[in-house]
């Protein structure tokens, strides 16, 4: 009967759905969730050409007491520092390396772009492509080492679909990024 043939047709598409939307959701706005921390969308401004990138986060922290992340590694760069950024002599908004990045009880710090703290990135293993999933592991000074995604939001990169359907070099063809 057609109406049974209807019904396959919506039930498969009630589950292709979300399989397709999903992901795209995700890349607009993720959040990670780990005890007592949220993180609300970690993400990486990779600017082309540069071999550093800046990652931010909001971290909100439910619990009674504040933590503080003491460190940072990436299996996606060389190293990771805690940046913090100050106003020197003539006026310049600069980076500077900070020892601690303190996240409030019952509060949140919000590292975000123009001029607050943020997690530098040197000696980026790239190259990256927007949407991808970088993790990042943070060493909270109570809470031990917690490790997120953080996604890739580039600017004048190629998306990874170009670069993989680019098959004019015949030796390229056979790499699998
Ligand atoms: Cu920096």
């Keep these: 009967m057609y109406s049974n043939k209807f019904k396959k047709y919506l039930l498969a598409l009630a589950f292709l759905c979300p399989i397709i ?3 795209l959701n995700i890349l607009k706005a993720h959040e ?3 005890d007592i921390f949220t993180f609300e969308h970690p ?3 990779v ?3 540069s071999s550093n990138a ?3 986060v909001k ?3 439910k619990g009674d007491l504040a933590d503080h992340i003491i460190g940072a590694s990436s299996p996606a760069a060389d190293r990771l520092e805690l940046h913090s950024h100050f106003i020197d002599d003539s006026g310049v908004s600069r980076m500077r390396h900070v020892m601690a990045i ?3 009880p019952k509060g949140f710090v919000d590292l975000a772009p123009g001029g607050g703290n943020h997690i530098m990135l040197i000696g980026l293993k790239g190259p990256f492509f927007d949407g991808e999933l970088i993790p990042i592991s943070l060493t909270l000074k109570n809470s031990g080492i917690l490790t997120i995604d953080a996604v890739v939001e580039s600017v004048g990169l190629k998306p990874k679909l170009s670069e993989e359907s680019d098959v004019s070099d015949a030796n390229k063809s056979h790499h699998k990024h």
Excluded: K
């Design 21 to 23: 939307f999903l992901p």
């Design 32 to 34: 990670i969730v780990i």
């Design 43 to 45: 993400w990486v401004n």
């Design 47 to 49: 600017l082309s050409g």
């Design 54 to 56: 800046a990652m931010y």
């Design 59 to 61: 971290i909100i922290n």
């Design 102 to 104: 303190d996240i409030p």
